[in-house]
């Protein structure tokens, strides 16, 4: 467990760390959250998996890869607290270097027994949000991760696209060459984090533990992002209030934590 005194904040976050996350599209910080956190939101999460759940099987419909909870944020104030997190907001707008927005969150877990692995893919083309603007995901490890539970594994570099390439689910079919470059797998002590570009290749392994997984990954947004629907995009139908074109200014994706320092 993480203890309080070594959390890291926005404060502590190194001009190294920003430069490494910008540079490889990912970043690991460890002890986001304090031990009564950790015991607070996985207790909540726990509950809304129990009440909520729907479950995401393989292509072929036979094994599981996750558990999951959609707007976790809409249905406790602790679900919303973790998503909105000073900390959590702080680092990823020091990490974008500009003001965002939350877009959206889900509750995830991956299960002890009959699961498989999150196929490599990338986040962006599930989005209907326009142009180039920034988007990262959050993702909160609220039990320990090791490498057998199922913890993320990077493509670093590869959120680096060709200007005007379309971007699609299955990434190699655009870059095959991806499929060649090193790749890095990081476990995580319950309250870490870690931060990842919508345009990086990830994945994550089969859960071969006698522990669920359980983690929130919540989706920021550029402040000044318009939404631009698709019908092949999953989350387009969860947007309400937007209209095509136009920011998403509204209670719906609040503005999180103020940045400091300067802009990219």
Known sequence: MTDLMNTTTPQTLSAETIDRYRQQGFVHIPGVLSQNEIAEFL?????????HEKISWD?????????????????????????????????AEKLAGRQLRLFKSELLRKRSTGGTKTPLHIDAPA???GGDAVTLTAWVALVDVPVERGCMTFVPG????PHGMELSFDPFESRPELKWWPRVTV???????????????HMAGANETDTA????????????????????QPYQDEVSGVEPGRPFATDRYPR???ITGPQR
């Open 43 to 51: 207790a909540d999460a726990q509950d809304q998996l129990h009440r």
């Open 59 to 91: 292509e072929e419909g036979n094994g599981n890869v996750m558990d999951w909870v959609a707007e976790p944020e809409a249905k406790s104030a602790a679900m919303r607290r973790l998503a909105l997190h000073p900390t959590i907001t702080g680092i």
């Open 127 to 129: 989005f209907p949000i």
């Open 158 to 161: 590869s959120q680096d696209w």
């Open 187 to 201: 476990p995580l002590r319950a309250g870490d984090c870690t931060f990842h570009d919508a345009r990086l290749i």
């Open 213 to 232: 997984r359980i983690s929130l990954a919540t989706v920021y947004m550029d402040a000044a992002a318009t939404y631009h629907p698709d019908p092949s």
């Open 256 to 258: 999180v934590g103020e």
